[in-house]
């Protein structure tokens, strides 16, 4: 068996009436017709779309084989493809032989034909993405994925593998998992690290920008695209404690020319899924959330708008709407904020910059008027945040004050100042969260179902 035949997807909207076909997958279901044949619905993931099967009972082996091929089971067949009398396929396959790969016994096995939760699939993340939708989100995931590849690469930038372990804290918010061979301290003795593997202490990344940094300024734009980590014990929607992120860092460039790279990669990856994953996209409009094809498109027609951190308080304040956080200038805005922001106010993306640089991390590039960085987050509709980025700071003298100011030991980061000491320019970057992507696309409602395995406080199965 060598997996070199055209699959489910090539065989009904590509390969011609009258082709020989050799064909694997899963049964989705069969009907036994009263007139001696039987139809079955076979996917092999390719698609969404199933090809439908038609086994006559003078099949060798049809009296044996075919009540085994129950929902689920795995199969062969083999015979010619004909146009279909149906209408609602194009070509179906006349079987001249069949071959039970694997049986599924209708008992036990999870995925009958009727709809399951969210949550229960969750619970069977080993069989969900044998589901419609699962397929659907693994071929979107996959199709980014290539999509971002694609964009980065055609614009020159490098692809750079940054460290998952790392000694060094990027974002300051104390969220990092220690990675540690130490046994556990039992007498209360605080933690000697200069015992552990690495000699000091280490961490899982929470973002690979400050060593994407060190090659933006030696290489050229870079991007980086793995997983990353946080131990933020936030039990929302949009948080996993293992996400990925695409991290691209430019030299040359200032906060303008970052947001513009920003908007023009969002509208890239939502036209590429668009095109390439048509049927998927129809199939989420159509289950998942009436209104996501129109947000879509929505979003390719507009600029994203430029928005003030000072102009978005006040029009916050102006709503006259009861928050859950009140706001004033100098608080962080809440998922609520901006929500209504994108969704109620601007109905469409937006790009908010100069935040505060009290909340903001220490890399930030400090604004003339002492009081703001030049911090920019992008916020779509029914996400939020989903881009966070900033020109960073590259006069050695600010940056060594901002650490003082964020009480950050300058030495822990030595190698981060030299890029200040040795040709620094100015340069900028963002991170976009992929999963967030995936819900942007897919209207699919929590970040635990865009992600093949989630991990979350109390949950890492699989
Ligand atoms: O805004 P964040 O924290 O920015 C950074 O990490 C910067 N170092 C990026 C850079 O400038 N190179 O994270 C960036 C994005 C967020 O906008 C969000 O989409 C996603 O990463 N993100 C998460 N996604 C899922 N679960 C979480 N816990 C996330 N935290 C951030
Ligand atoms: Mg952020």
Not at 23 to 37: E, L, Y
Not at 160 to 180: L, R, Y
Not at 381 to 386: F, K, L, Q
Request: with cysteine.
């Amino acid at each position: 068996m060598a997996n070199t035949a055209p699959r489910v997807a090539s065989l009904l909207y590509e390969v011609e009436p009258g082709a020989k076909v050799d064909i694997s997958g899963w049964v989705r279901t069969r009907r036994d017709s009263k007139h001696g044949f039987s139809f079955v619905e076979l996917n092999d993931g390719s698609c969404m779309s199933n090809l439908q099967v038609v086994v006559n009972a003078d099949v060798p082996g049809y009296e044996e084989t075919i009540k085994e091929m129950t929902t689920g089971s795995s199969v062969r067949f083999t015979g010619d493809l004909k146009e279909s009398p149906g209408a609602k396929q194009r070509v179906e396959l006349h079987a001249e032989s069949l071959e039970l790969l694997g049986t599924a016994d209708a008992e036990s096995y999870p995925l009958q034909k009727k709809r399951h939760s969210f949550e229960f699939l969750r619970e069977i993340a080993h069989l969900r993405p044998r589901t419609n939708t699962f397929g659907a989100i693994a071929r979107v995931r996959n199709c980014v994925s290539r999509a971002i590849h694609d964009f980065f690469q055609e614009r020159t930038f490098l692809y750079v593998q940054t460290p998952i372990i790392t000694t060094s804290d990027c974002e300051g918010a104390g969220e990092m998992f220690t990675v540690t061979t130490l046994n556990p301290s039992t007498d209360g003795k605080p933690v000697d690290y200069t015992e552990d593997f690495f000699g000091k202490k280490a961490s899982l990344t929470v973002s690979g920008q400050l060593e994407g940094e060190i090659y933006a300024t030696a290489v050229g734009p870079v991007y980086t695209f793995g997983p990353t980590f946080r131990a933020e014990n936030s039990n929302t929607t949009r948080h996993l404690s293992e996400f990925w992120m695409v991290e691209p860092e430019v030299p040359f460039c200032d906060l303008e020319g970052n947001m513009q790279l920003a908007e023009d990669f969002i509208k890239n990856i939502v036209k590429r899924c668009l095109d390439e994953c048509a049927e998927d996209m129809k199939f989420f409009n159509d289950r998942i959330d009436k209104t996501v094809l129109e947000t879509l498109n929505n979003i390719l027609k507009h600029e994203f708008k430029r928005v003030s951190y000072t102009e978005a308080v006040e029009l916050l304040v102006q709503s006259g709407k009861k928050w859950d956080y009140p706001v004033e200038w100098g608080t962080n805005l809440q998922a609520e904020h901006e929500r209504w922001l994108t969704e109620e106010h601007f109905k469409q993306p937006i790009i908010v910059f100069d935040y505060p640089r009290s909340f903001k991390p220490f890399y930030m590039y400090c604004n003339e008027d002492g009081k703001t960085v030049r911090a920019m987050d992008v916020l779509v509709p029914g996400v939020g945040e989903i881009i966070g980025g900033s020109q960073r700071e590259h006069r050695l003298d600010v940056l060594e004050s901002r650490f003082e100011e964020c009480g950050l030991d300058p030495e822990e980061y030595w190698w981060y100042l030299d890029l200040r000491r040795y040709g620094s320019v100015p340069h900028a970057g963002f991170g976009l969260g992929l999963e967030r992507m995936i819900l942007l696309l897919t209207g699919m409602q929590n970040i635990r179902d865009v992600i093949p395995f989630p991990r979350t406080p109390n949950h890492a199965e699989f």
